[in-house]
């Protein structure tokens, strides 16, 4: 079994071969002396920095060293209250009756702002949450602007959005967001939603609250007229209170499965709208006739990226029988070669682990891995002792019944099955209570369209991975949750028509 063959290749050659080759690179962190934060964040509210009702303040820390970075409010009840209350004023006042011509310029600046903002976002998103500056720079950033320069254009067209019918906005949005992608999440949410002339109180991770509050100084900067954006920072106990409010038309939730449900059952009998983006578990497929250092890659960049911190990531390799030892071969190579440390230096391709509690997930999965008989393959990468870090981690000999191929690790561990046809393959991908998104390796562009068809997946990438676009739509099937975001389809969940 190809279990043995990694196992050597990893123990007796490649990690003395890594030193040997010289390929450690010397530090290169990136400056952090221009970014300037405030010790304390009120909460944001009718254009207003204020502070939380309760008084209460809860700390947000560096998961890459457990340092201290700032305290943020705790927003309970009566501030959501006065959130909505505040979202739904500028919803019948300036905002509702402004023409989408006007509204677009204040989407336009938001984006044009994060731009000129950018490098200073993106060391605060690497900073409090643990990704690496490379992709926070270069993935997070470009794309949270994009995001909201795509639905600026949108604004003063929606009209013609969906021929034959008259659009308009819901009133006002509660949005809950996670800690994966906290300030592309937050342009994910806001940017259709005002876009279309809603009015939004967002509800960042308890984690990652830091890059929405500056983006709420952003909005300060903008003009943008009082209570068109509120941000309320708590946990789950303000998302509910945002979830139970009377006066929230539409819910978007992104988050775990389990909150997910959990919101969908208190909003049953009301009339509030809602859509949900919740776990995933994809399958990254690679058939025989793939480019197969390309598919490799792509693998990799597929689960290792951002920690795999991603909904959509490829954590379950499927390998066409004949070739699961060469990649498991190259596999084995590649993740030797993957940095893993600092967040904020340049050349770090793995950085920490969200926090203690993802952390915790991840040993435990990995652990239930092993003792149910799965061989475990890790990258030999130092590990700072200080911080939350997991080493790239791949299983081999992992049958579609272990906790590991079935369950959302949320961390850099993948999982390689194998197949022997295309019909085997989809249903093995199918194989799971989600269905976020897929990847198709191959040479034959019929065999992407065949396989395509058959998947339950919302998003199918061929010949690539974790590729994203504001113009494309992204959502689940089953339990990955339902309504789209992004493109013009992403318009729908925030409008009515008429
Ligand atoms: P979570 O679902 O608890 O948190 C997501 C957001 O929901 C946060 O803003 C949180 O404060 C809020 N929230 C929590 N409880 C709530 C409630 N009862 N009502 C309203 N809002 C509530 O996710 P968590 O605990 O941070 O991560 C747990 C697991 O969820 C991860 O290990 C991962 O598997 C999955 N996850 C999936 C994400 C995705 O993008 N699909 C993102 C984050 C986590
Ligand atoms: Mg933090």
Same mark, same amino acid.
């Given at each position: 079994m190809a279990t043995d063959i990694t196992k050597k290749t990893h123990e007796t050659k490649l990690a003395p071969r890594r030193e040997r080759a010289g390929w450690t690179y010397a530090p290169s962190p990136e400056a952090k002396d221009h970014v300037r934060l405030k010790g304390r964040y009120d909460l944001f509210i009718d254009g207003k920095f204020v502070a939380p009702h309760s008084g209460k303040h809860f700390a947000t820390h560096n998961p890459a060293d457990e340092s201290h970075i700032a305290d943020v409010a705790e927003g309970d009840e009566h501030d959501v209250d006065t959130a909505v209350r505040a979202a739904r004023k500028a919803f019948e006042g300036t905002w509702g009756k402004m023409r989408g011509s006007e509204r677009g310029k204040y989407v336009y600046r938001i984006a044009r702002r994060i731009q000129e903002r950018a490098r200073e976002l993106a060391i605060v998103e690497s900073v409090d949450g643990g990704k690496p500056i490379k992709e926070s720079r270069d993935v997070d950033l470009p794309l949270a602007a994009a995001h909201f320069f795509h639905y600026a254009g949108w604004a003063d067209k929606l009209d013609y959005a969906f021929a034959g019918r008259r659009a308009r906005p819901l009133g006002v949005a509660g949005q809950i967001i996670p800690w994966n992608f906290p300030l592309l999440m937050a342009a994910w949410k806001i940017a259709p939603a005002i876009a279309c002339g809603n009015t939004v109180v967002l509800k960042p991770a308890e984690t990652t609250p830091l890059t929405a509050l500056l983006l709420a100084e952003i909005i300060q900067e903008c003009d943008l007229p009082p209570g068109v954006v509120n941000i309320v920072t708590g946990a789950g106990k303000t998302g509910g209170a945002l979830v139970d409010h009377a006066g929230v038309d539409k819910i978007a939730f992104t988050g775990s499965t389990d909150v997910g449900k959990r919101i969908q059952r208190a909003i049953a009998g009301t009339n509030k709208r809602l859509t949900l983006e919740l776990g995933g578990k994809a399958a990254n497929i690679v058939f025989a006739d793939a480019p197969i250092d390309q598919a490799v890659d792509g693998i990799v960049n597929g689960i290792y990226f951002n920690q795999g911190h991603v909904c959509c990531a490829g954590s379950r390799l499927l390998v066409e029988e004949s070739i699961h030892d060469v990649v498991v071969r190259k596999l084995s190579r590649r993740i030797e070669q993957l940095r893993v440390g /600092?967040?904020? /230096?340049?050349?770090?391709?793995v950085g920490a682990i969200n926090s203690k509690m993802q952390l915790e997930k991840i040993h435990e999965l990995v652990a239930a891995a092993v003792s149910e008989g799965c061989a475990i393959h890790q990258s030999s990468a130092k590990i700072p002792t200080k911080g939350y870090f997991f080493a790239p981690t791949f299983f081999t000999g992992v049958s579609q019944s272990h906790r590991i191929a079935q369950e959302e690790v949320f961390g850099p561990v993948l999982s390689v099955i194998t197949f022997r046809t295309p019909d085997e393959a989809v249903e093995k991908a199918n194989n799971t209570m989600y269905g976020l998104s897929a990847g198709i390796w191959t040479d034959k562009a019929a065999k992407v369209f065949w396989m395509a068809k058959r998947m339950r997946a919302g998003v199918v990438w061929a010949n690539t991975f974790n590729k994203f676009d504001p113009t494309s739509p992204f959502g689940g099937y089953k339990e990955s949750g339902f309504g789209r975001e992004g493109g013009r389809a992403g318009l729908a969940p925030y409008l009515e028509m008429v």
């Open positions: /600092d967040p904020l /230096d340049k050349n770090t391709d």
